[in-house]
């Protein structure tokens, strides 16, 4: 899938949800119990069936699905709690909501899906959808973005910073590679913003996320220490300094770093003391299938 039909895929998707939005709200809140059976049942399809176009048209179906169900009155209170191929994280303040998703492509790289639903006092829907841009974005390292240029992900964590929302997220990549994210999170009153120069240490001060690649095989911690306010992570390096980053060789090398939180910052502190470090959590997400060698993503050769 190139650039140009991810983008008509993207821009499909917003015209979607804005329809639903303009239609108004469903009144019957006991409907999205129903609505949840039918995501439950296209999110199988998402991730099982062999053939890529019909796991598209599922997850086509899954997005105007879940705005419906959204769309429900005060539809914030409800968990969605079946719907377990997506990510839906609350913030610690409960002002919002993420529900993030991937889908796998045969060629081995991912698409992501995503929104942001607001906690309203009055119970109506207000969300800020996230459209990948992944491979629009020439240098994701420093780039600012409304939700509409977002740098996919699936989120599994959410830790509150000053004014700010720091996201960890697991991002499978390519055929063999996987990456690691660290983004920030701004919420204002229209919009959401993604990205911010908050990293301090080595040669990250211009950085506004983190991104870290590694080889498919390997497994990278990347997790949030509550008791130290330390986000700790596995440091990755080569296999062979030869093989310096080019990052399919990268995996990490039984040292660990970790991001401290201070003052609405996050300031890197190297080669911490770390014993009996739990298990990452790619483990959440589906083993990928091995890709075919049709190219649709806009990737280069591998």
């Known amino acids: ?175 063999n590679m996987t990456q690691k994210v660290i983004e920030v999170l701004h919420i204002g009153s229209d919009s959401a913003r993604l990205g911010k120069s908050i990293f301090e240490g080595g040669d990250t001060g211009q950085n506004t996320r983190m991104i870290y690649r590694y080889n498919r095989q390997a497994s990278m911690h990347l997790d949030y220490d509550t008791l130290e306010h330390r986000i700790v992570m596995d440091h990755l390096a080569p296999a062979d300094v030869r093989y310096k980053e080019q990052y399919e060789q990268y995996g990490p090398d039984m040292t660990y770093d970790a991001w401290k939180l201070e003052k609405g910052r996050l300031v890197l502190v190297s080669d911490i003391p770390l014993m009996n470090l739990p298990d990452s959590k790619d483990e959440q997400y589906n083993d990928p299938r091995k890709p075919s060698n049709h190219p649709k993503s806009g990737l280069p050769p591998q």
Not at 39 to 63: C, D, Q
Request: hydrophobic share 40%; with cysteine; charged share 20%.
């Open 1 to 175: 899938m190139g650039i140009l039909m991810r983008r008509i895929h993207s821009t499909v998707l917003f015209a979607c949800v804005t329809v639903l939005y303009a239609n108004g709200q469903v009144d019957n809140r006991g409907e999205v119990h129903i609505l949840q059976d039918s995501l439950v049942k296209l999110g199988h399809i998402m991730y099982n069936e062999p053939s890529e176009p019909e796991r598209l048209k599922a997850n086509f179906t899954f997005v105007k699905t879940l705005v419906s169900a959204l769309q429900t009155p005060h539809s914030y209170s409800f968990p969605f709690d079946s719907v377990d191929m997506v990510s839906i994280l609350k913030s610690p303040d409960d002002k919002f909501r993420i529900f993030s998703w991937h889908i796998q492509l045969n060629d081995g790289s991912f698409l992501y899906y995503g929104t942001i639903q607001l906690n309203t006092t009055d119970g109506r829907l207000k969300m800020y959808p996230l459209l990948d841009k992944t491979y629009e974005m020439k240098a994701p390292e420093m780039a600012i973005t409304a939700s509409s240029e977002w740098y996919g992900a699936q989120y599994y964590r959410i830790i509150p910073l000053g004014n700010d929302y720091v996201l960890l997220g697991w991002k499978g990549y390519t055929p």
